[in-house]
């Protein structure tokens, strides 16, 4: 955040809430590299931290009302913690999810008033929600001066999202958002969790394009919910005829559904091949990373793809369009769909020299064509959560 963007934040907050802030942290969106829809089969995923964040200026209240404002949504919230979420307006449902889970821990939140502000894509794919909820946990983390690691306000800014959004979402989204580090991917183990950094080696080669395909969606709870639901159907089928008992189908070995497919129909055996092959893909895709062997890496992303499209048919036919599209261009080792699908980004893996020259084909022949302008930008891999400024600048944090 530039400090002019900050001086600007400021002033807003203090002309809405006719005070000064108190805090101000931030929590970037994400873009998940490899090992899309088996966070919550239990595997492994590598998401990045990107440079689109959400910012959060607060102070704290005595009366316990809650005053939210988003300088990117018309509407605002005032008033005392609803119970149950609101139909509108909605955003505010991912704040006070987060403030349930805190009470839920016999934390007392005393009330805020809260600016939001931010350039995470809403409804792209690059996990605004999960930015959303992880900034306002690291805030109130802050404010009460918690011990709670990295990985702790990733897990309770997830339970708010399944228990108070109603969206069963894995733990990816928010584990990046609080516990990214510049420079590299995260190795997050959704089983145990367990999250290690690991270094981006072919960095000083490549940067990642984030590319919207036009499509804006929703993270549709009916079809989300559908996908993880057919999951678990195959598993159970899969333990019942294999008599072994496994504990999530990202750990079911390709030999043994080979043996059961017949006793699965043609949705769940789809669905579980995509999950199996594509833990198999993050394992050699951390092998890529590891040997800076940038190619190998493109040619999962690209295997990637096309599993998400046919297996687990999360794709659309303008995402397939933007894939194909960038996977013929000179320059890109590999593109896939990223986040849950139904529309919303991809991400390609390009060579530095030429990342001017997609950009700019990109947005004159691939876009002008079609007459749409969404967005589309390179990043980098950019730290988690952060405070940028407290009362005391005492920050409370203890790595995993």
Request: overall charge neutral.
């Amino acid at each position: 955040m530039t400090q002019q963007r900050f001086t600007k934040l400021k002033d807003y907050f203090r002309e809405t809430f006719e005070q000064e802030p108190s805090y101000c942290v931030r929590a970037p969106g994400r873009v998940n590299l490899i090992g899309e829809h088996i966070d919550y089969n239990g595997g492994l995923v590598l998401p990045i931290a990107i440079k689109c964040e959400i910012r959060l200026l607060a102070r704290p209240r005595k009366d316990k009302q809650f005053h939210l404002k988003s300088l990117q949504m018309e509407k605002t919230y005032k008033g005392m913690l609803p119970e149950n979420p609101l139909d509108e307006p909605s955003w505010v449902n991912y704040v006070f999810g987060v403030i349930h889970e805190f009470q839920n821990e016999g934390l007392e939140i005393p009330g805020f008033d809260a600016l939001y502000d931010g350039d995470v894509p809403v409804s792209s794919g690059l996990s605004s929600s999960a930015a959303i909820e992880v900034a306002s946990a690291w805030f109130i983390h802050n404010l009460l001066q918690t011990n709670y690691s990295r990985l702790q306000i990733a897990l309770l800014s997830q339970r708010a999202e399944n228990n108070f959004t109603g969206v069963q979402c894995g733990l990816m989204d928010q584990a990046i958002s609080a516990c990214g580090e510049k420079g590299s991917a995260l190795r997050l183990d959704c089983a145990i969790p367990q999250i290690e950094s690991i270094p981006i080696g072919f960095s000083n080669q490549t940067e990642f394009l984030i590319a919207h395909s036009g499509v804006y969606r929703g993270l549709s709870t009916s079809a989300y919910n559908e996908r993880r639901s057919q999951c678990e159907e195959a598993l159970e089928v899969i333990c019942n005829i294999s008599g072994k008992n496994y504990d999530n189908l990202c750990s079911v070995p390709m030999s043994v559904l080979n043996k059961v497919q017949n006793n699965l129909n043609d949705v769940l055996l789809r669905r579980a091949r995509h999950v199996i092959k594509e833990q198999q893909r993050v394992i050699q895709a951390l092998d890529a990373l590891h040997n800076g062997n940038a190619k190998r890496f493109g040619k999962l992303l690209n295997a990637s793809h096309k599993s998400l499209a046919r297996d687990y048919e999360v794709s659309c036919p303008e995402l397939d369009e933007l894939t194909s599209w960038l996977q013929s261009r000179p320059g890109v080792l590999g593109c896939r769909l990223t986040g849950a699908g139904f529309g919303g980004c991809t991400i390609s893996l390009v060579q530095k020299h030429m990342i001017e020259k997609i950009l700019t084909d990109l947005k004159s022949e691939f876009y002008a064509s079609r007459g749409i302008n969404p967005p589309a930008f390179f990043s980098e891999a950019e730290p988690g959560a952060s405070a940028l400024f407290t009362p005391t600048r005492a920050i409370i944090e203890k790595r995993d």
